[in-house]
């Protein structure tokens, strides 16, 4: 397999390299009428949705997807990651996962197709900003019917940022919704095919967990409210998360994590989801057999917000149409 390679070359600005940019036009985010609810850190009627980018491509369509994210590493990000898009395509939402976590990666070795031939990132060159979606798309691996599109750092060299941008701009072809697992948000500031998303952030239910997770939640807070002024920024610049997924530790680590109400408080921000840790789905991961199924407990206590992504992306005869989500109670997963 070559490497893909197509675009501009980059330039020396004021003694640095940096990209020069394809043109970019302006898309406004698309607004999705919710029910007003009033929780910790949520105004009644804010737009919390499911939408594209707002910005467009000059070469092709914006990028409808969800980013997801967390403050701590080691608590299954990855993993949720790939199980909400396996319950999406089982509702009839065509799904394609990118991996953007730039100093882990690995979602391929995590859900066992290492060894399946296809394009990494890592591989991907575009110097003029721009990557052929149609050829991206063939040259996908393809895990239980979802397109993938892994990181594996340890096989390429660093990239350009201009050169993941156009990755992830090009992916938008591939599925209805672009599931992106961002780790904590580093290092993908650059990206404007990332502007605007709505993103999921994975809490670690401990103390630690929780200090870390409200200052990701403030440091995203405040990278929206700066617009393009703060475009060096590392950080991602996605919108607030639109939702809270708690995982407990394992006892292993400490006796019992924080009580949701209390995590609540702490954040001024609802945690939507709690869940709680399954050996066997961890014996699965760790001993390479990749994710093999949602557990049943994940299944039930996500089902809800599921719904909630799903009924936010509608794909009727390939034009977008935003409707109205139902309301989300938080679900507590048993052992």
């Known amino acids: 397999m070559t490497e893909m390679s197509i675009g501009r070359p980059p330039t020396m600005v004021k003694g640095r390299m940096k990209g020069r940019e394809p043109e970019w036009t302006p898309r406004s985010f698309n607004a999705v009428g919710l029910t007003p609810e009033r929780r910790p850190g949520r105004v009644a009627g804010e737009d919390t949705g499911i939408g594209r980018s707002d910005t467009g491509v000059k070469y092709g369509s914006a990028v409808t997807g969800l980013v997801f994210l967390s403050a701590s590493g080691g608590i299954g990000l990855t993993t949720m990651t790939a199980l909400m898009a396996k319950q999406l395509r089982n509702m009839a939402l065509s799904c394609a996962l990118v991996d953007l976590d730039l100093g882990g990666g690995g979602m391929d070795v995590l859900v066992g197709i290492e060894g399946a031939p296809g394009m990494r990132l890592g591989r991907i060159r575009a ?3 721009r990557v052929d979606p149609q050829a991206l798309r063939e040259e996908l691996p393809i895990w239980d019917g979802i397109p993938l599109l ?7 060299l660093p990239q350009g940022w201009w050169d993941v941008d156009a990755a992830v701009s090009a992916m938008a072809g591939s599925a209805d919704l672009l599931l992106i697992d961002a780790g904590r948000g580093q290092s993908l500031g650059n990206l404007r095919s990332l502007k605007g998303l709505p993103s999921l952030l994975m809490v670690d239910m401990t103390v630690l967990g929780l200090a870390r997770a409200k200052a990701l939640l403030h440091a995203l807070k405040g990278r929206g409210n700066a617009g393009d002024r703060d475009h060096d920024s590392p950080l991602i610049s996605c919108r607030p998360p639109m939702a809270l997924i708690g995982m ?6 400490v006796s019992h994590g924080v009580d949701p109400e209390q995590a609540e408080e702490f954040l001024g921000q609802s945690v939507d989801v709690v869940l709680k840790p399954q050996p066997k789905l961890s014996a699965s991961v760790l001993d390479g057999r990749g994710l093999e199924r949602v557990p049943r407990a994940y299944a039930r206590a996500l089902q809800p917000l599921v719904e909630r992504i799903a009924g936010m992306v509608v794909v009727s005869g390939g034009k977008e149409e935003w409707v ?10 048993a052992k």
Request: hydrophobic share 25%; glycine share 8%; aromatic share 4%.
């Open 248 to 253: 407990m530790p394992t006892q292993h680590r």
């Open 127 to 129: 110097p003029l900003g």
């Open 150 to 156: 892994s990181n594996d750092p340890w096989t390429a």
């Open 324 to 333: 109205s989500s139902r309301g989300l109670a938080r679900s507590e997963a």
